[in-house]
């Protein structure tokens, strides 16, 4: 069965720089969501996208933006990196609410 | 303040049922109970949900009390590879996100 892509899986980029990140949600899911795991955190919601319309919004900084796709898929732009974008980003999709797919992540590194 | 409250970690034998509980006392009636697991830095994975009823999968089963206060998720026979991160999170279903807490970390001993 399909899974949630996201590229790339890993990142390495120095600080102030920019980096987006790219989530292809499972076919017919209507839903994408943003998530952030700092080490040794749990993840924490940033924001999603419903029918390609942001549906909700957590903890994402200013400098952070995201957007989906006409065909659904979903990026997240971030700026002005700091060290403490370090984490694990996670996408997820889902037609049923609650009922999430998660991706494998992507690991973003700062220097 | 956090919707639940889990043990930080518990250990299991493999091939024992591992029951790992939860508590949500301040559970409202329109929202439902979700178990997600993460094994290490790996994505979270959906286990199983529900609202009053008890709920079986191919996964899990789910035991929530009659006054919804607190649930057990119950993996039959637990493998080396269901180590994991448990997380218990209650949501409604016209929410647009899950909240992670803390999370039990189940450890499945040979």
């Known amino acids: 069965a399909a899974g949630v892509i996201q590229s790339p899986r890993h990142l390495i980029k120095e600080k102030r720089e920019t980096a987006t990140l790219k989530c292809y949600p499972i076919?017919?899911?209507?839903?994408v969501y943003w998530y952030q795991q700092g080490p040794g955190q749990d993840p924490q919601f940033l924001i999603s996208?419903?029918?390609?319309?942001?549906?909700d919004k957590g903890s994402i900084p200013d400098r952070f933006s995201a957007q989906q796709f006409s065909d659904y898929h979903s990026e997240l732009n971030m700026s002005s990196l700091e060290l403490g974008d370090s984490a694990l980003y996670f996408c997820?999709?889902?037609?049923?609410?609650?009922?999430?797919?998660f991706g494998p992540g992507t690991r973003l590194t700062v220097l | 303040d956090a919707k639940t409250t889990q043990p930080t970690s518990m250990d299991c034998a493999e091939g024992r049922a591992a029951n790992l509980p939860c508590n949500h006392s301040?559970?409202?009636?329109?929202?439902?109970v979700y178990w997600y697991r993460q094994i290490h830095s790996q994505g979270p994975q959906y286990i199983i949900h529900?609202?009053?009823n008890n709920e079986t999968n191919e996964m899990a089963s789910l035991i929530i009390t009659e006054d919804r206060k607190s649930s057990t998720l119950i993996l039959p026979h637990a493998t080396l590879r269901d180590t994991a991160v448990y997380y218990c999170?209650?949501?409604?279903?016209?929410?647009?996100?899950?909240?992670f807490g803390e999370g039990t970390q189940l450890t499945v001993n040979p």
């Open positions: 529900g609202l009053k």
């Open positions: 996208f419903y029918e390609k319309m942001q549906s």
């Open positions: 301040t559970i409202s009636g329109n929202e439902y």
């Open positions: 999170i209650v949501e409604e279903t016209s929410g647009s996100r899950l909240t």
């Open positions: 997820a999709s889902s037609l049923v609410r609650g009922k999430e797919f």
């Open positions: 076919p017919r899911h209507d839903t």
